[in-house]
């Protein structure tokens, strides 16, 4: 993977100035709201959960209240240590670990993995992508359970829109410039950054996945029993779903 250490997501920069918008604190109430629904999903109410690709923490912090030894892994020191400075403010306990989730692995550790927000397929080589779930498998306990948070691709084609902007109070601005490529297969993005007279531009690639295509990529490496739904709380997914959610186990 030496090709990540100058891919857009290895950028800390990247991060820190798209924070503001990625990151709202409206997202944050919006995670402490859904996280008590995962537990029913997964059939895992307890134990040990490892919040793959954590950002600044929006589920580890929850989860880590609500009893569960957490262990939250990202690459980017800047969202880890954000996440930490909200875990202090919460007295939430999270073992924080600054790691690639493409490299991370902790054999037999977890009852529970979680990759939320879309934080997959950023490597150009899928067998990069494919890395990531059977470091997973391998760091879940016989029976533990993964659940993949993902924009299908049958979600994206509804809703596609080339051009998008955000603007924050400060009057910052977020231009989203998006193309979709080699048959459907990624999506190609430029984010343009405008704050005052400063332009910062980026460029985004990652890999789309469709519910059918994820479900065999997880059977692939090993999972079986896996259930696709349309948002953490159940509902199928189809037409009008919010989110492709995968939930997928290790045989016990």
Known sequence: ????????????????????FMFRPTSFDWAVEKAPLIPALSGVASGALLDLACGPGRYAIPFAQAGFAVTAV??????????RE???QAGAHVEWIEADMGQFIRPAAFDLVLNVFT??????????????????FTS??????????????????????????????????MIHRNEIIDDWSRVDGEWILISGERVTRWRIRHWLYSGREIRELLSSVGFVDVRLYGNFAGDPYG???????????RPA
């Open 119 to 136: 934080s997959f397929g950023f490597y150009d080589d899928p067998a990069d992508n494919r890395r990531v779930l059977e470091n997973v």
């Open 74 to 83: 990202d690459r980017t020191r800047f969202l880890l240590e954000r996440g």
């Open 86 to 88: 909200r875990a202090n």
């Open 1 to 20: 993977m030496a090709a990540a250490e100058t891919a857009w997501f290895a950028d800390d920069s990247f991060w820190e100035q798209t924070f503001p």
């Open 140 to 173: 879940l306990r016989p029976g533990g359970v993964f659940v993949f948070d993902h924009l299908g691709k049958e979600l994206l084609a509804e809703r596609f829109m080339p051009t998008l902007s955000e603007t924050l109070d400060d009057g910052s601005v």
């Open 239 to 249: 037409p009008g779903a919010a989110r492709l959610v995968a939930v997928a186990r």
